[in-house]
């Protein structure tokens, strides 16, 4: 299972633009890069998924440069609501047990 | 479409208690997951299912642990003889096939052994 690493937590103030990185150094050739966010007391919510480049959705964008050793997550112009915890994940599509969360960021972001 | 529902929110229960939480999916979703999360920690796979087949269960998922799906639609988690390391939140997702990556999770039963 490739082990990602990613900040404990990051500060921000409302209307900045965010990236969250994430390192996968040992990522494996069929491994997608997903990104799930979580509210307190709620289940986590699917924001974005990539396996290489540039994805952008409404939500987000993933930044994924030529060698996959590491991710960044981007959101844009932040709110007091973009406020959770944000886990980056790597794994093969086939396999629900590889669906591997870590500790996450604790993004806080402040007026 | 209402999402992932569960049921209960909230269990409080004695230790040595057998406990049984309910999962309702995504209507049209084949694929229903269980997860268990502590304080500060994401969450950690315990088992799925597609329809009422239990393909995958996790090293964490000890004998006091049970999981079924009879039908394909509901789910059910039941753990016996609690023991205070059981309390966490048991998370539900559901997905259909081919977009495992991309679960919907349902609020939670936040489980307390006392």
């Known amino acids: 299972l490739a082990k990602t690493t990613q900040p404990i937590s990051m500060d921000s103030y409302e209307g900045q633009e965010v990236n969250i990185t994430c390192s996968h150094n040992?990522?494996?050739?069929?491994?997608?890069i997903t990104w799930y966010q979580q509210f307190p007391s709620q289940g986590p919510r699917f924001i974005i998924q990539?396996?290489?480049t540039k994805v952008t959705n409404e939500v987000a964008s993933l930044f994924i440069p030529a060698d996959r050793k590491s991710s960044t997550l981007s959101l844009p112009r932040v709110s007091l609501s973009d406020t959770a915890v944000y886990y980056c994940?790597?794994?093969?599509?086939?396999?629900?047990?590889?669906?591997?969360f870590g500790s996450g960021t604790q993004l806080t972001v402040l007026p | 479409d209402t999402g992932v529902s569960q049921d209960p929110r909230h269990k409080i229960t004695k230790r040595g208690q057998n406990v049984t939480f309910r999962c309702d999916p995504i209507?049209?979703?084949?694929?229903l997951y269980w997860y268990r999360q502590t304080l500060g920690q994401g969450p950690e796979f315990l088992t799925y299912?597609?329809?009422?087949?239990?393909?995958?269960k996790s090293r964490l998922l000890s004998d006091r642990f049970s999981a079924e799906r009879p039908k394909g639609s509901f789910s059910t988690l039941e753990i016996q003889r609690t023991e205070q390391g059981d309390s966490a939140m048991y998370l539900c997702?559901?997905?259909?096939?081919?977009?495992?990556?991309?679960?919907?999770f349902g609020p939670g039963t936040r489980l307390t052994v006392t």
């Open positions: 997702a559901s997905s259909l096939v081919g977009t495992t990556r991309e679960q919907y």
């Open positions: 040992n990522i494996a050739t069929n491994d997608y």
């Open positions: 990539g396996y290489k």
């Open positions: 994940l790597v794994g093969p599509s086939g396999s629900a047990r590889q669906l591997t």
């Open positions: 209507s049209e979703h084949n694929r």
């Open positions: 299912f597609q329809n009422e087949a239990q393909l995958e």
